[in-house]
C-alpha cells in the first residue's frame, strides 16, 4: 500500500507474492526503492515504486528473519538474514546485499529462533536494536562493523518495539501479555524498567464492592518519539489502541 500525506489517500499496489507476507520493508530515499523481506520463503526483494516493478533478490532457507529493517547513515540498508542471523547490508546504488560478517545476540541454542526485532539509529549512527528470541538489547556500529550484547530486561523474549529520546533508548519488551515498557542510558549503560503501561483509572463496580482499575497495554509492534518529545506506541492486539507517553511523568 502506499499513503499520500498531502491527499490523505491510501492506495494499493499488486501483490509481489502469492502466498507470502511482507515481514518487513523500509523506503530508500535516495533512489526510491523500496526494500523489504518477506516471511514465508525468506525472499529479500527490491522494488521501484516510481516503475512499479518488483526484483527478487535473494531467497533464503529459514523462516524467521528481520522484522524491521533500517537506513543507516552510509545509506546502506540493514537487516538480518539466514538460519544463522548474520546481518546483512544492501546498498541500493550497487544494488548488491553483502553480508557484514556480523551474527546477532542470543542465548547458545536458540540462534535458529533468532532474528532483528526493532531498530533505531541515534544521530550519531550507531543503531540499536532488539532481539526476537531472546529480548537482547544490541548496539551496532556499521562503520567499525562491531556489534555489542547490551542485556535484557525481561525474562522472556522479545523487544518488539524502540525509540530514541534524548541519551535514552526507550523500549518494549516481552514476549507475553502485557509488555513491560523499559529505556536503557546509551551514555551512562544500564537498563531502568518503567513497568506495565497503563492509564485512564476507572472503578469496577458489583455486587462484591468496587474496585479502582486501569486500561492496561498488551502487545505492542511500533513506537516512535514525536518533535514534543512525547512517544507514541501502536498496539496490535484485537482492539489496538495508540499510547502517549510522556518521560519523566508517572501516568500515560
Known sequence: FEYCLKKRRLARHEKLFAGESVAACIFAEDCGFLCGQTEQRGTFFVYDVRRKMLSEMESF?????????????????????????????????????????????????????????????????????????????????????????????????????????????????????????????????????????MADPYTHVSESGSWKDFWKGYKFSSMTTGNDGKIYLGEYSRLPKIVIYEPGKTEL
Not at 529459514?62 to 540493514?78: H, P
Not at 523487544?159 to 516481552?174: C, D, E, F, H
Open 61 to 197: 532457507a529459514a523462516k524467521v528473519k528481520s522484522r524491521a529493517m533500517i537506513a543507516g547513515r552510509d545509506r546502506q540498508i540493514y537487516c538480518s538474514l539466514e538460519e544463522e542471523n548474520y546481518i546483512y547490508s544492501y546498498c541500493p546504488r550497487q544494488k548488491t546485499l553483502l553480508p557484514t560478517g556480523l551474527q546477532l545476540p542470543c542465548v547458545k541454542g536458540r540462534r535458529y529462533l533468532n532474528g532483528i526485532d526493532s531498530l533505531v539509529m541515534t544521530g550519531g549512527g550507531i543503531i540499536y536494536g532488539g532481539t526476537l528470541a531472546d529480548g537482547l538489547l544490541f548496539r551496532f556500529d556499521p562503520e567499525k562493523n562491531e556489534i555489542v550484547n547490551l542485556g535484557k530486561i525481561a525474562s522472556e523474549g522479545r523487544i518488539s518495539a524502540v525509540t530514541l529520546q534524548g541519551n535514552k533508548i526507550y523500549g518494549v519488551a516481552g514476549d507475553y501479555n502485557p509488555q513491560h515498557l523499559f529505556s536503557y542510558d546509551i551514555q551512562k549503560g544500564g537498563f531502568e524498567d518503567t513497568g506495565l503501561l
